[in-house]
């Protein structure tokens, strides 16, 4: 039975264990150094600020994680976020509990940013953009070139997912 809950301090080392192969051996995040335990705790500390952050359990070991953040800084993007997946070998995703999270908060918008490859390689394929379509996702952008890693060019493309209605003065998520 999987268990998801709210991410927690103590679920750091759990989450850095799963994030740190996509940063050593992928470009799936244009991130090039691993961050240490207290700057990835502190990114759950103040991601849990104002966003969900869920992690994902079998057994008591972590499965993969999700969280929302600020999409921007501008006060009328306040009812957008910028969501992220990372799951480890051989789970599942449970996006579906983010999505109902941030409803919950009020938000209206989920987008995407995710690495892609013009030309799939052996450190990005463009899974990512098929399993976020599989969500309801649509592609809103690309841009070219973007992002070097590995002595590679790989581009970045957008990807939203509207989940509430934009009616006339909406109530502010936070």
């Avoid at 207290?38 to 972590?62: M, N, S």
């Avoid at 993007?77 to 997946?85: C, H, N």
Wanted: charged share 25%; glycine share 6%.
């Amino acid at each position: 039975m999987i268990e998801i809950h709210e991410a927690k301090e103590a679920d750091a080392a759990g989450l850095l264990a799963i994030y740190a192969p996509y940063v050593e051996h992928t470009a799936i995040t244009f991130e090039y150094e691993v961050p240490t335990l207290e700057e990835f705790t502190d990114r759950i500390r103040q991601t849990k600020t104002k966003y969900p952050y869920l992690v994902a359990k079998q057994d008591g070991k972590v499965l993969g994680y999700a969280y929302a953040g600020q999409f921007h800084a501008r006060e009328a993007y306040a009812w957008a976020v910028e969501t992220s997946i990372y799951v480890g070998d051989f789970c599942r995703p449970q996006a579906p509990l983010l999505e109902k999270a941030l409803k919950e908060q009020g938000f209206l918008n989920m987008n995407a940013c995710i690495a892609y490859a013009p030309k799939e390689d052996e450190y990005l394929t463009n899974n990512s953009v098929e399993f976020h379509a599989h969500l309801g996702y649509r592609m809103v952008g690309q841009f070219y070139q973007c992002g070097y890693k590995f002595g590679r060019w790989y581009d970045m493309v957008w990807m939203e997912k509207l989940i509430g209605e934009h009616g006339a003065n909406p109530k502010r998520p936070f």
